[in-house]
Every structure is written in structure tokens, then in C-alpha cells.
Antibody, heavy 119, light 110 residues
Framework: EERLVESGGGRVQPGGSLRLSCEGY????????IHWVRQAPGKGLVWVSR????????TYADSVKGRFTISRDNAKNTAYLQMNSLRVEDTAVYYC????????????WGLGTLVTVSS | QSALTQPASVSGSPGQSITISCTGT?????????VTWYQHHPGKAPKLVIY???NRPSGISDRFSGSKSGNTASLTISGLQAEDEADYYC??????????FGTGTKVTVL
């Protein structure tokens, strides 16, 4: 079964840092773009970042550019989202997803990991 | 990167058809055939229902269909069923090599 599992969420103070992980199972991890998407409590889905399969390219939403860094270690079948200078408004469930269907279809998705930024 | 505009809620009776709109700009929806739709039940992982404007992934009912005209994409659910009650989000590739999601639509089956 092809699946993704996120980890690393937790509670952090404003200005702090956290690194999320996204481990892939059941497929050739290095063949696929990995995306991060978040959902703040009671709000909608928001695209955060993506990284190419060979890690040669990445893009970011304006809201996180300069603060978040996406990376991956294909030997470990894992992608990462390093989050620095965290703000209260970064509080959300963070999902990772694979670009796996057609040119734009994200599938599968992980179940998400909760990040809470609060003093 | 403003969110694409979707109606906050759409409702219908079992068996009816509903359509959810997703309006963007020429920099996203209107500029590419890269619109996707996701079904999201709270507490679960989002599920892909339409990709590349109008294609259904394997295992998705043919009651789901997608289309696009200009800067507006649409998702139609025909033969509405109780299990279709969920939040639905569109998303599009953009001219800055990023993606943008819609504001989300809550579908209620009456």
C-alpha cells in the first residue's frame, strides 16, 4: 500500500522552530514531487511548499517564504519541512502529499501532524 | 497568491445534482489545465476526486465530473448521496510555480 506518514508536530512558542517529517511507504520515493499543505483550525486547506523528486527544485507560498525550508533524503524515503520564526498564525494541521496522478493530482495524503504555536 | 473563490456552502437532496464553482484569474485557473478537486471529511486525509480539470482517478465514482471555462472551474456531483457530504476544495497551479487552494465549499445532503 502506498502511503505517507507525517511526524514531528507539537507545541512551540512564537519565534521558535520545528521540523516536520514525511515518510513514504510502498513506492519509489525519489520518483515523485512531495507537497506540504496545511489547515488552520476551522479554516480551509492552504498550499505551503513542494519539492521535486531529485530535490533539484522547490517552491514556497509567500506566507512561508524565507521562514520554511523543504528538503528530502531519498535514502530514508523522507521529506522534511523545517519551520523557523514560527508565528501564531502557523498553527495548523500539516499534511504531506505525493504528486501522483496526472500533472496535478495529489495522492496519497498523510493523516497530518498538528503544529501549535502559542506562548 | 489569493485563494480561489468558492461558495461557502452548497446543498441538495439525495439524487439531485449540485455544482461547485471555483473562480480564479488568468494567472492560475484561466492559464492552465491544472485544476484539481479534493473531498475532505474532517479528521481524515483529503481525497483526490478530479485532476487536470476533468479527469477522475481510479476508484472515483463517475458521479463526479469537472470542467473549466475561462477563469472558472466547476465540480459537479450528480446523483447526490449521503456519503458525499464533506468539504470540497479546488486547487490550481499558478504562474509563479506555486499552487493555490480555493476557499472551500461545505456540501450538505438534505
Amino acid at each position: 500500500e502506498e502511503r505517507l506518514v507525517e511526524s514531528g508536530g507539537g507545541r512551540v512558542q512564537p519565534g521558535g522552530s520545528l521540523r516536520l517529517s514525511c515518510e513514504g511507504y510502498g513506492f519509489i520515493f525519489s520518483d515523485y514531487w512531495i507537497h506540504w499543505v496545511r489547515q488552520a483550525p476551522g479554516k480551509g486547506l492552504v498550499w505551503v511548499s513542494r519539492i521535486r523528486g531529485d530535490a533539484s527544485g522547490a517552491t514556497y507560498a509567500d506566507s512561508v517564504k524565507g521562514r520554511f525550508t523543504i528538503s528530502r533524503d531519498n535514502a530514508k524515503n523522507t521529506a522534511y519541512l523545517q519551520m523557523n520564526s514560527l508565528r501564531v498564525e502557523d498553527t495548523a494541521v500539516y499534511y504531506c502529499a505525493r504528486l501522483g496522478v496526472g500533472d496535478t493530482g495529489l495522492d496519497p495524503w498523510g493523516l497530518g501532524t498538528l503544529v501549535t504555536v502559542s506562548s | 497568491q489569493s485563494a480561489l473563490t468558492q461558495p461557502a456552502s452548497v446543498s441538495g437532496s439525495p439524487g439531485q445534482s449540485i455544482t461547485i464553482s471555483c473562480t480564479g484569474t488568468s494567472s492560475d485557473v484561466g492559464g492552465y489545465y491544472y485544476v484539481t478537486w479534493y473531498q475532505h471529511h474532517p479528521g481524515k486525509a483529503p481525497k483526490l476526486v478530479i485532476y487536470d480539470v476533468s479527469n477522475r482517478p481510479s476508484g472515483i465514482s463517475d458521479r463526479f465530473s469537472g470542467s473549466k471555462s475561462g477563469n472558472t472551474a466547476s465540480l459537479t456531483i450528480s446523483g447526490l448521496q449521503a456519503e458525499d457530504e464533506a468539504d470540497y476544495y479546488c486547487t490550481s497551479y499558478t504562474n509563479t510555480y506555486t499552487y493555490v487552494f480555493g476557499t472551500g465549499t461545505k456540501v450538505t445532503v438534505l
